[in-house]
C-alpha cells in the first residue's frame, strides 16, 4: 500500500554532515506526519525528529541545534540534515510516515528499511 525508502547514509568523520532523504509512494491519500528513528546496535529505537503537515517539528534532545528536519509536501518527501556528527550518532536512521490509503481509512504508520549511518574517524 505504502512504500517509503531511505537514501542518503554512510560513513562520515566527527564533525561531518551527511544530508538523509525519504520518499513515500505508493496508493496514499494522505500523509499526517513523517519522521526520522533510529537504532543503534543493543538499543531501542528511539525518535530522533518528526514533522507533521503543518509543518511542526519535534527533535529528540540529543540532536536539537546539530539536525534539522524538512519536507516537500508535493513530493511526499522528507529530509534529515545532520551537523556536528557525533561517533553517538552511529545507528541505523529509519524513516516513518503516518499515512492513510483511503480518504475515511486509519492512519497507519509505514516504516523504511534504513540507511546506515556511520560517524568515525
Known amino acids: 500500500q505504502v512504500h517509503v525508502v531511505e537514501s542518503g547514509g554512510g560513513l562520515v568523520q566527527p564533525g561531518g554532515s551527511l544530508r538523509l532523504s525519504c520518499a513515500a509512494s505508493?496508493?496514499?491519500?494522505?500523509?499526517?506526519?513523517m519522521g526520522w528513528y533510529r537504532q543503534a546496535p543493543g538499543k531501542q529505537r528511539e525518535l530522533v525528529a518528526t514533522i507533521n503537515s503543518g509543518g511542526f517539528t519535534n527533535y529528540a534532545d540529543s540532536v536539537k541545534g546539530r539536525f534539522s528536519i524538512s519536507g516537500d509536501t508535493a513530493k511526499n518527501t522528507v529530509y534529515l540534515q545532520m551537523n556536528s556528527l557525533k561517533p553517538e550518532d552511529t545507528a541505523v536512521y529509519y524513516c516513518?510516515?503516518?499515512?492513510?490509503?483511503?480518504?475515511?481509512?486509519?492512519?497507519?504508520?509505514?516504516w523504511g528499511q534504513g540507511t546506515q549511518v556511520t560517524v568515525s574517524s
Open positions: 505508493g496508493n496514499i491519500f494522505s500523509i499526517y506526519a
Open positions: 516513518n510516515t503516518d499515512a492513510r490509503v483511503l480518504q475515511y481509512g486509519d492512519y497507519e504508520d509505514y
